[in-house]
Every structure is written in structure tokens, then in C-alpha cells.
T-cell receptor, first 112, second 112 residues
Framework: QQQVKQSPQSLIVQKGGISIINCAYE??????FPWYQQFPGKGPALLIA?????SEKKEGRFTISFNKSAKQFSLHIMDSQPGDSATYFC???????????FGTGTSLTVIP | NAGVTQTPKFQVLKTGQSMTLQCAQD?????MSWYRQDPGMGLRLIHY???????DQGEVPNGYNVSRSTTEDFPLRLLSAAPSQTSVYFC???????????FGPGTRLLVL
């Protein structure tokens, strides 16, 4: 049973456009929702994270929108650049036990 | 700081062979985890540790053993490799439970 569902599986965006990746979760005990960025041949790296006490968090061109009632959260990449081309994973965890559950990933390609 | 290091980078095994994937971190993090990454399935938690001497099972623990004798090291053992264990393995560490994880560069394993 997939604890975190992610869509779309792949995404192609023009340079300067907005990339949007969505995730949904079931377990209301989750209280930490990170997004990771992974380049080919590398390990995932934390991009941005949010806790359920806020509805939005912005860091530069990256924004997380969080909807607690719908149990959904999304990553928005503004002014997408070719260097943003990577695989993005959402995840969820609780602050006890250190168990993280990842989405299946979204392969983003930004066309120049 | 070297961060999280993993060895080897790539390994080929025959079915039934055993091996140990090494993971070390120099950040004095209490929490460490092992994941496997397969196409279309995201990262799945194999085993995790909340401190030296304490380990627990994740989503897909069968066929893998771990131990945590020191804060720095968290090796993953395959006792009898199977083709289904062909994957990319990532080790991660975190200073706090359920928060930012720092990933190693991964070990690519092929079981024939």
C-alpha cells in the first residue's frame, strides 16, 4: 500500500514556465513533508520541506502548497530552468521512529 | 566533513553470494536508514536505526540484515543475494527523528 501517491510520473515544461508536482497521503499522523531533488547518478538532496501548521512555504523559485484537509501537498517551481531537470520525490514522516515514505518520483525535463 | 559515504559504488554478485554494503557518516547523526530505489517505485525503506545498538525494520526488510555498533557506521548485509535485490541502495542519516535526511551517493547492485 503506497503511503504517499505522487503525480505526474513525468513532466515536460518550457524554460520560464511553472512546474507543478502533486502528492497525496493517507496517514494523518505524518507531520513532516519534504521534497527531494535527484540528479542522475546522485543521491537525493533535500529541496524544501513543510510542516502541517502552515499552508505554504517558499524558498526562492520553489514553493510547497499544503492542504491539510485534503491531505495533499504540491511543489511549484517558478521560472523553470534547464538546470531544474531532475527527478523529484515527495515524502512524509512522523517525528517518532524516523520512518520516511516516499512517492514514486516525477521526472522533470525543462526544455530551453 | 565528508557527509554520508557509501562503498562500493558498484557491485556485481551471483545468486546466493553474500556481501556487505558499507555506510558511514561523520556528522554525529543518531538516525540512519537504508533505502532501495527501483524504477517507478521511488525509495523504499529497508531498515533504520535510531542510535547505536538500536535497529528496526522498514517496508522491505526481507533478505537484509543490519547492525549499528557505532554512531558512524551502519552496514547493510545481504546474506544470500537474489536477482530481485538488483537495485540502487542509498544510505541516509539525520540529526533528528523524522526530519532532514542526508543521502549518500548510492551503491548500484546487480545480482545475476
Amino acid at each position: 500500500q503506497q503511503q504517499v501517491k505522487q503525480s505526474p510520473q513525468s513532466l515536460i515544461v518550457q524554460k520560464g514556465g511553472i512546474s507543478i508536482i502533486n502528492c497525496a497521503y493517507e496517514n494523518t499522523a505524518f507531520d513532516y513533508f519534504p521534497w527531494y531533488q535527484q540528479f542522475p547518478g546522485k543521491g537525493p538532496a533535500l529541496l524544501i520541506a513543510i510542516r502541517p501548521d502552515v499552508s505554504e512555504k517558499k524558498e526562492g523559485r520553489f514553493t510547497i502548497s499544503f492542504n491539510k484537509s485534503a491531505k495533499q501537498f504540491s511543489l511549484h517551481i517558478m521560472d523553470s530552468q534547464p538546470g531544474d531537470s531532475a527527478t523529484y520525490f515527495c515524502a512524509a514522516s512522523r517525528n517518532t521512529g524516523n520512518q520516511f515514505y516516499f512517492g514514486t518520483g516525477t521526472s522533470l525535463t525543462v526544455i530551453p | 566533513n565528508a557527509g554520508v559515504t557509501q562503498t562500493p559504488k558498484f557491485q556485481v554478485l551471483k545468486t546466493g553470494q553474500s556481501m556487505t554494503l558499507q555506510c558511514a557518516q561523520d556528522m554525529n547523526h543518531e538516525y540512519m536508514s537504508w533505502y532501495r530505489q527501483d524504477p517507478g517505485m521511488g525509495l523504499r525503506l529497508i531498515h533504520y536505526s535510531v542510535g547505536a545498538g538500536i535497529t528496526d525494520q522498514g517496508e522491505v526488510p526481507n533478505g537484509y540484515n543490519v547492525s549499528r555498533s557505532t554512531t558512524e557506521d551502519f552496514p547493510l548485509r545481504l546474506l544470500s543475494a537474489a536477482p530481485s535485490q538488483t537495485s540502487v541502495y542509498f544510505c541516509a542519516s539525520s540529526p533528528f527523528s523524522g526530519e532532514t535526511q542526508y543521502f549518500g551517493p548510492g551503491t548500484r547492485l546487480l545480482v545475476l
